[in-house]
């Protein structure tokens, strides 16, 4: 059973940076995709990137492609999002999850063992 557990989230003015963390406890096969997604207040939760655990494949939301990059440390066992040249949009809760298809999925669905979320707020 994989747990995740977020943090990093904090107020910033637009323009700023954050790194968020997720460490993992539990069992992370090489296969394995991690994602963040991400949830504004009165909307739908999206995709915001994902990484594959063994070889570092990326993908982006186009909303944060160029500004955001997902990075992972094997001997810590933590993935990060790096976040740059922050927007007022990109306020939101910001979730991790495991992909164990490992398909570098944008579908929330396909993506499990959510943490419990790190606020991000980006004031303009």
């Known amino acids: 059973q994989v747990q995740l557990v977020e943090s990093g989230g904090g107020l910033v003015q637009a323009g700023g940076s954050l790194r968020l963390s997720c460490a993992i406890s539990?069992?992370?096969?090489?296969?394995?995709?991690m994602g963040w997604f991400r949830q504004a207040p009165g909307k739908e939760r999206e995709f915001v990137g994902v990484i594959r655990w063994s070889g570092g494949s990326t993908r982006y939301a186009d909303s944060v492609k160029g500004r955001f990059t997902i990075s992972r440390d094997n001997a810590k066992n933590t993935v990060y999002l790096q976040m740059n040249s922050l927007k007022p949009e990109d306020t939101a809760v910001y979730y991790c999850?495991?992909?164990?298809?490992?398909?570098?999925?944008?579908?929330?669905?396909?993506?499990?063992?959510w943490g419990q979320g790190t606020q991000v707020t980006v004031s303009s």
């Open positions: 539990g069992r992370i096969f090489l296969h394995y995709g």
């Open positions: 999850a495991v992909d164990p298809a490992g398909y570098l999925s944008v579908e929330e669905g396909d993506f499990g063992s």
